[in-house]
């Protein structure tokens, strides 16, 4: 079983620039997770999506960072205008549902650098 | 609001010697509790979890740790530690407050040297 895909795993931009990262999560996974860690943090989370509605999207910073989920299979994160402060790696997650006795499954994340 | 607190940043000790990697937590609700494992340039494992019943949770690993409600922790422990334990360790908490999203600890960098 594949794991939970994401693409490009490096990225480097200046700031002001946009950047998107993209996100395949394991089949037949109908929850899928964004979450933002910074150096020598935890991962915290942005957003969360059942299927292809966002559930919960409080953390995410909506003058900037906005997110979709198509038909409810892979999903981006797409940041514009980006800032020094967003460099991180984000990481996405998947799990068969969003109850707590559902495993996530983490990708290998995609390490943003603003110059 | 739920938090984690992973008390020690980083962790050195000398490999076949014991180890604890300490977290506490807090929260109003019932929680699930779960420790990840972060190799050096590799993505996420989930190492254990705590979901109901025994309070007592094992890794195939070696790796154990107890749910201590009166304490509110989850301290991961291990009795003889590898040199390819070597990693950062994240405790996470999740409840139905939060939609079940895993709110992750600081971490701790274990490095374990001959």
């Known amino acids: 079983e594949a794991g939970v895909v994401q693409s490009p795993r490096y990225k480097i931009i200046e700031k002001k620039q946009p950047v998107a990262f993209w996100c395949n999560p394991i089949?037949?996974?109908?929850?899928l997770y964004w979450y933002r860690q910074n150096l020598g943090q935890g991962p915290e989370l942005l957003i969360r999506?059942?299927?292809?509605?966002?559930?919960?999207d409080s953390q995410l910073p909506k003058d900037r960072f906005s997110a979709e989920r198509l038909k409810g299979v892979d999903s981006t994160l797409k940041i514009q205008p980006a800032e020094l402060g967003d460099s991180a790696v984000y990481l996405c997650?998947?799990?068969?549902?969003?109850?707590?006795?559902?495993?996530?499954?983490f990708g290998p994340g995609t390490r943003l650098t603003v110059l | 609001a739920q938090s984690v607190t992973q008390l020690d940043s980083q962790v050195p000790v000398f490999e076949e010697a014991p180890v604890e990697l300490r977290c506490n937590y807090s929260s109003s609700v019932s929680v699930y509790l779960f420790w990840y494992v972060q190799y050096p340039n590799q993505g996420l494992q989930l190492l254990l979890k705590y979901l109901s019943g025994s309070t007592l949770v094992e890794s195939i690993n070696g790796f154990e740790a107890e749910f201590n409600k009166s304490q509110t922790s989850f301290h991961l422990r291990k009795p003889s530690v590898h040199i390819s334990d070597t990693a950062e360790y994240f405790c996470a908490v999740s409840d139905s407050n939060s939609g079940y999203a895993l709110n992750f600890g600081k971490g701790t960098s274990l490095l374990v040297t001959p």
């Open positions: 997650a998947s799990s068969r549902g969003s109850g707590g006795y559902n495993e996530q499954f």
């Open positions: 089949s037949g996974h109908n929850t």
């Open positions: 999506y059942e299927n292809e509605e966002a559930v919960d």
